[in-house]
């Protein structure tokens, strides 16, 4: 029975991430929408209202090395027309605020869309270089919809 502990104690820190080189799990940084750009009310190009709301962060992240790696989702809330476009972006801040990374996506709505909200869940994947051991909580991911800048005014004041 001896020899079985040490291959049961061996694997046991190699499925937490405490194995010779194997990710482990992080603290994942914080992590938000941002209030202002977390919905957006309008009209596409053809006059058809368009109604867009942010919500519903998720992840999961690992640490190896100096690197740190996010897999993250988020879900959008559709009421437009079928194949209409969505743009959103994700931005990564280290400790200091200062930007690392400011990357644009497009969810677009499934032509086969025929009950209105539509969910479309979106998901991230994203390493972050030089990240010290222990300072992952510290770094920032952002989430939001990418407005005109009349509408983003618009929805800004309303607030």
Known sequence: MRPILPVVT???????????GEPEVAVCPDSAIIHGLDRMYGEDAAGREIAVTLENLD???TYGGNRLSLDMSVDLVVEA????????????ADPAGEVLDKTFFVATV????????VRIRE?????????????????????????????????RRAL
Request: net charge negative; with cysteine; proline share 9%.
């Open 110 to 117: 499934p032509g086969e869309a025929t009950q209105m909200p």
């Open 81 to 92: 027309a079928p194949g209409t476009d969505i743009p959103y972006f994700v931005v990564i």
């Open 10 to 20: 061996c694997l046991a820190l190699v499925v937490v991430g405490c194995g010779r």
């Open 123 to 155: 998901r991230l994947v994203q390493e972050v270089e030089g990240v010290a051991a222990g300072t992952s909580a510290r770094y920032s991911v952002l989430f939001g919809l990418d407005l005109p800048p009349e509408i983003a005014v618009e929805q």
């Open 59 to 61: 992840g999961l992240c």
